[in-house]
């Protein structure tokens, strides 16, 4: 725009994303203006996220369109050309490179709470700098892809220039900012506030030119009023010197500056109604008079439209200036412009418009055969491949049936097997479903299998009630072609079914891996009551380290053990945050409190693998969910077993002798000088011998010819052994080992003899070894065990009523049993368990989610290759005088809890907090490690909520209030609690766009809030409102749903009071076993991340109870809010206390509406409620009146 040229609108042209709008209609304004820097090619981006390019056509004729793509549903902010054919694009969610014909080569995106402010790109093209609202800058290398460099920036800039020796930024609340990228960004080299310090102070634009100069445009009034007055300028600073404004350029004619852009000539300045301006960059005419009259340049805007976005080509011989309109102003200083400074002959721009509606390519979900091409349309592709290269390879060959692979008899390279006639010869099906579910179990048992345990059913409750809706008319087609051989009954193939599996040697579908299956609806919508029909309950398998599911079932039934960790669990002078004796004893009452619902470990189960000892101990699983040493599930079972048994008594500080296990002793002595010693201790688990081969094995490999002649005399010796004489060496027993002698001071072979001083003291664990072949024997039902104190046979297991001497009765409790769906298929572990309290001594299958009471046949006989035995526990029979038998788990879980107990209530303490726990450490090593590793890098914490003071909203319980708790049955309380993400959804996507979620997201508890719902002047205050402590890395905070920031959760670094979730967990206890009424909405998804069970008669779920019987659509809690209050909440980050004190509202509405009316005042309120609902899309207005 040089003096003396004359400058005229070249064109004007409506801004149209893809090409069908009419002028006038449905147009979207224009945000943002670039061009390219090789090619004739014009980038415009609008507020609806919609990428265009044009070319320029004649003069007075429309632009050319080129391409359109859809880069995201916000608008676009800023267009830089990174090099010829590429654009960086800059959106309030989102920064990506594309290029002229919208392909995607680079994308990074944010969250609605952190959006892009400003951008800017180096001078190469390969670098850019973002940043963010809440403060957040990035440097990104857009060649690798990359983030090159995370910093901490002011936050809410608004303009940012980058190169490799300053940073420069302005931001809106008109500061500038100088900062040294060679010192990290973290330097603040100058601050200035270029506009004044006043309210109403602020920066628009900013740009620097190729010497030491910055421009900056903005408003120095202090008040609203004065912004339309002449006092936005553009003031002119220098680098060297930044403590004041070198110039103010003053407005034209009372134009109001807002954009700015420099080349290295001139400085363009445009105003918002859209007059353009040039001034040269000469240091001697900065400070003349205003430029002649022709160096003007002014598109004619309507009298309501302002400028949206404006633009200069790179040769300086077009601009482009946008408004609200949504019409595109082009003005030149030729008749024949030229945008670029040079033209790219190689470039090529598809003249193809893609679908504004398509999918977009950073969509994980969306599959890859959708996405349109950028690629040119006349080249072919290197799918397009001639017919003499394809050929017909016919349907994959299917797996055959593990039935049939185990009863297979192979002749030389031929395989005989029976058919078992589940299909058509010669036939196979492939419908979609089951044949991908084949492949996926690689030739395990197929979904059919399954349904003999469902009988049929759907698996998912939402399935089962459309079913219901439509069971009329499938009666109705069943009976029609009853006499169809292949439409039998449910129970007739369930029949069936049975005989094929006694005749095959494949595991019986009970004793099969469960897996559960997950709809839209999530693990909510399992049905998991088609797999259990008792009382007792099982628990799920989808965890971590879920093996250890069958011994915690093995030890909720172990008499004596569960009354040692549920009393401990109530004792409150337990401080250690992981101590498993309390996690223990949270589960058994939990697994009594559940009444057959499916239970979860997983609170236990993280506590386990936060222990270090389970770590070195190698007791935990892997990533994939397999053993981290290659160690049998069988073997693994008997060390987590001991591990377990080991913590409970030194954390319980049992003074009498442990429940489980026996006292041995132990007497060595020395052939050769005859030292001796004695020691006795307690042995949680008797290790069992093979029952062939067993001679000495310790004696052969302590060496010595001596000890191998003995080895192979007692080998040849040896006969298969029965159960009981297996017993009998396992609690008496020789050994020969090689030693250090005290007497000798030397190696020699020492005898050592261990056996048992005294009958248990209520239980006898014994652990099976590990055989190459199956176990050919079967275990007794009862046997006595004889115990003496000297005499040839010390210790001898005899059948009942055999024996002479003092002897006591053993019976057998449970069975824990490795098991394999294949030959070589993986482990999982199973348990059969006694019923307590059961008058015919019948056995249930505990088998995760699956509970079934089965045959005692089935439980003693050892013989299928598909079982192996780990585990057996035998208990002292009942009526035995040496003992006394103690009660069953469930008559012992249900202790009402004392006024002592209500203090974590009424004067709430935590082990976190130091002036409570007197110096005492309050986490372990272990712990503080990983909670310093709880917030990933990306989560920063900002330095001003460091230094904030401890804060939480709870008033605790007064001792009125408390006792209230414990004798008023009618104590009424409203709950909701904010969660966080652990470990993102693990979810498969196919060839041809459809999912399969293998694994919903792990969420633990992150904050509770609990407020009074008892009337009088505290109603609606909290008392419980605790921050939980992270100890593991958190994957996602989900801070706009749970209100939770980085640092929160830190220990040491949270603004707020943090408690351990053991602290937490016992409040909540102490609610439900006082029986307290809980009002919530949504418990049953809070309660079950929370690892609890509460009874259906304390709870108060207004989901539940504004959920109308003839729709399945649930109602959010937002919008039953607004329909009876009018008021909006959730509108920002969510709060549990806002969330608990709106769930006792709608409840007391709930209330109202039945008292009114208790015939139909909810029926009428809910008709209403869905009508509105439908209305209004089920979106709550902003306003929150309607």
């Known amino acids: 725009m040089d003096s003396g040229v004359c400058w005229a609108e070249y064109t004007q042209c409506w801004s149209s994303g893809n090409g069908e709008e009419q002028q006038g209609q449905g147009v979207w304004p224009v945000t943002a203006i670039g061009f390219d820097v090789g090619s004739e090619v014009l980038y415009a981006g609008d507020t609806s996220g919609q990428l265009t390019t044009y070319g320029l056509g004649l003069e007075g004729e429309e632009l050319e369109q080129l391409a359109s793509v859809q880069c995201a549903h916000t608008p676009i902010r800023r ?136 421009f900056a445009c903005g408003s120095p009034s202090t008040n609203a009023a004065e912004y339309a007055e002449p006092g936005a300028v553009v003031r002119l600073f220098d680098v060297r010197k930044m403590s004041e404004p070198v110039l103010d350029l003053e407005p034209e004619y009372s134009h109001v500056p807002v954009r700015l852009y420099a080349d290295e000539e001139l400085l363009w300045i445009c105003h918002d109604s859209g007059l353009l301006t040039a001034r040269s960059l000469a240091v001697d005419s900065m ?77 994980e979900s969306v599959p890859l055969s959708s996405i349109q091409m950028g690629a040119p349309v006349d080249s072919p592709l290197l799918s397009c491949m001639d017919n003499e290269w394809q050929y017909d390879v016919g349907r994959p060959v299917a797996y055959v049936e593990a039935r049939v692979l185990g009863s297979l008899k192979q002749m030389g390279a031929v395989g005989y097997a029976p058919n078992p006639r589940t299909q058509r010869r010669n ?70 079914v049975d005989q094929q599996q006694a005749t095959t040697a494949l595991a019986p579908s009970q004793l099969r891996r469960m897996r559960i299956e997950y709809s839209r609806f999530g693990v909510e919508d399992f049905d998991f009551s088609l797999y259990n029909g008792t009382r007792w309950s099982g628990l799920e398998g989808d965890v971590s380290n879920a093996y250890a599911n069958a011994l915690l079932q093995l030890l909720y039934f172990a008499d004596g053990f569960c009354n040692i960790v549920v009393a401990h669990s109530r004792d409150d002078r337990c401080s250690d945050a992981s101590c498993l004796s309390c996690h223990l004893g949270f589960l058994f009452r939990m697994l009594s409190d559940a009444n057959g619902a499916s239970c979860h470990a997983s609170l236990l189960l993280r506590v386990l693998a936060e222990r270090p000892e389970a770590a070195a101990l190698a007791l935990l699983e892997d990533a994939d969910g397999n053993p981290a040493t290659a160690t049998p599930y069988a073997v693994l079972a008997q060390h987590l077993l001991r591990f377990v048994l080991e913590q409970v008594a030194n954390e319980c500080k049992l003074t009498s002798e442990p429940p489980i296990g026996f006292a041995q002793r132990t007497h060595t002595v020395c052939p050769a000088c005859g030292t001796a010693a004695e020691r006795t201790a307690h042995v949680f688990a008797a290790d069992l011998e093979p029952p062939q081969g067993s001679a000495a094995l310790a004696s052969l490999l302590a060496g010595g010819a001596a000890s191998v002649r003995r080895a192979d005399t007692q080998r040849a010796s040896d006969q298969p052994a029965d159960f009981l004489s297996l017993v009998s060496r396992a609690l008496a027993r020789s050994d020969t080992t090689r030693a250090w002698c005290a007497g000798c001071r030397s190696f020699q072979l020492l005898r050592t003899d261990k056996r048992i001083t005294a009958p248990p003291a209520g239980i006898l664990a014994l652990n099976f070894p590990v055989l190459d072949a199956a176990w050919q024997l079967s275990l007794p039902n009862e046997f006595d065990l004889e115990v003496s104190a000297d005499g040839d046979c010390p210790v001898r ?90 009660e069953t788990p469930v008559t012992q879980c249900h202790t009402p809890p004392s006024i002592s107990s209500t203090l974590i209530l009424t004067a709430p303490t935590s082990v976190l907090d130091s002036s409570t726990h007197k110096g005492q450490p309050t986490l372990t090593m272990h712990q503080r490690r990983r909670a310093a590793k ?55 996507v196919f060839g041809d766009g459809t999912r399969e979620l293998h694994r919903p997201p792990v969420h633990t508890l992150a904050r509770l809030s609990v407020v009074r719902a008892n009337g009088g002047l505290l109603h609606g205050v909290p008392f419980i409102d605790d921050y939980v402590a992270a100890t593991r890395p958190i994957e996602d905070l989900a801070t706009q749903y749970s209100g939770i920031h980085a640092g929160d959760l830190t220990p040491g670094a949270s603004p707020h009071k943090l408690s351990t979730m053991k602290e937490v967990y016992r409040k909540l206890r102490l609610l439900v076993d006082a029986k307290a009424i809980i009002i919530g909405h949504g418990l049953k998804h809070d309660f079950r991340v929370c690892n609890i069970v509460v009874p259906a008669a304390q709870l108060r779920d207004t989901m539940a109870l504004f959920q109308s019987p003839s729709h399945i659509r649930p109602i959010s809690l937002r919008f039953l809010y607004w329909y009876f209050e009018r008021k909006v909440i959730q509108s920002g980050e969510h709060s549990s206390v806002e969330d608990a004190q709106a769930t006792l509202k709608v409840y007391e509405h709930y209330v109202e509406c039945v008292n009114k009316d208790p015939e139909n005042g909810l029926e009428n309120t809910l008709n209403d409620i869905y009508a509105t609902g439908s209305q209004l899309g089920w979106k709550v207005p902003e306003s929150g009146l309607q």
């Open 287 to 363: 400070d003349v008079a205003p430029p002649p009259a022709e160096a003007y340049a002014e598109p004619p805007l309507s009298s309501y439209a302002y400028m949206s976005a404006f633009g200069v080509a790179p040769s300086g011989s077009v601009a482009v200036v946008s408004d609200t309109d949504g019409i595109l102003h082009v003005w030149s200083d030729s008749t024949e412009p030229q945008m670029s400074t040079g033209i790219a002959s190689d470039l090529y721009v598809p003249p193809v418009v893609f679908d504004n509606d398509g999918p977009l390519v950073d969509d």
């Open 427 to 496: 036939q196979q099906p492939f419908a979609s479903p089951a044949w991908r579910q084949s492949w996926r179990n690689a030739g395990g048992p197929a979904d059919d299998d399954d349904d003999e345990l469902t009988r049929g059913r759907p698996k998912f409750i939402s399935q089962q009630q459309r079913s219901r809706r439509n069971q009329d008319a499938v009666s109705a087609r069943a009976s029609s072609r009853s006499g169809d051989p292949a439409d039998r009954s449910t129970a007739d193939l369930a029949t069936s």
């Open 79 to 214: 267009l830089y050309a990174a090099k010829a054919g590429r654009v960086f694009v800059q959106t309030d969610d989102s920064v990506q490179v594309r290029t002229a014909g919208g392909r995607k080569c680079f994308g990074r995106t944010t969250t609605p709470n952190d959006a892009f402010t400003a951008s800017t790109l180096s001078s190469t093209g390969k670098e850019a700098f973002v940043c963010t609202s809440a403060g957040a800058g990035s440097l990104l290398n857009l060649e690798m892809g990359s983030v090159a460099y995370r910093a901490s920036v002011e936050s809410s800039v608004v303009a940012v220039d980058y190169r490799p020796d300053a940073l420069f930024m302005a931001t809106s609340s008109g500061d500038l900012v100088l900062r040294d990228p060679r010192a990290g960004f973290s330097v603040s080299l100058a601050k200035r506030a270029a506009f004044g310090s006043g309210p109403g102070c602020h920066a628009t634009d900013m740009v620097r030119t190729m010497d030491t100069r910055v």
């Open 797 to 886: 297991a005899l059948p009942p009523g055999e024996g002479t001497g003092q002897q006591c009765r053993m019976q057998l409790a449970a069975v824990v049993s490795s098991i394999r769906d294949t030959p070589k298929g993986a482990e999982h572990l199973v348990v059969h368990v006694r019923e307590p309290q059961s008058a015919g001594g019948g056995w249930l299958l505990l088998n995760d989610f699956l509970v079934q009471p089965v045959a005692e046949s089935s439980v003693v006989t050892l013989g299928d290759w598909w079982r192996t035995p780990s585990i057996a526990l035998y208990a002292l029979a009942s009526g035995c005088e040496e003992t006394l038998r103690v």
């Open 934 to 988: 709880a917030v990933k890098p990306h989560h920063s914490i900002p330095r001003t909520r460091l230094a904030a003071a401890k804060r939480n909203m709870a008033v605790p319980l007064t001792q009125a209030e408390a006792v209230r708790l414990l004798t008023d049955r009618s104590f009424r309380c409203a709950l909701d609690a904010e969660f966080v993400v652990l470990e993102a959804a693990k979810m498969e």
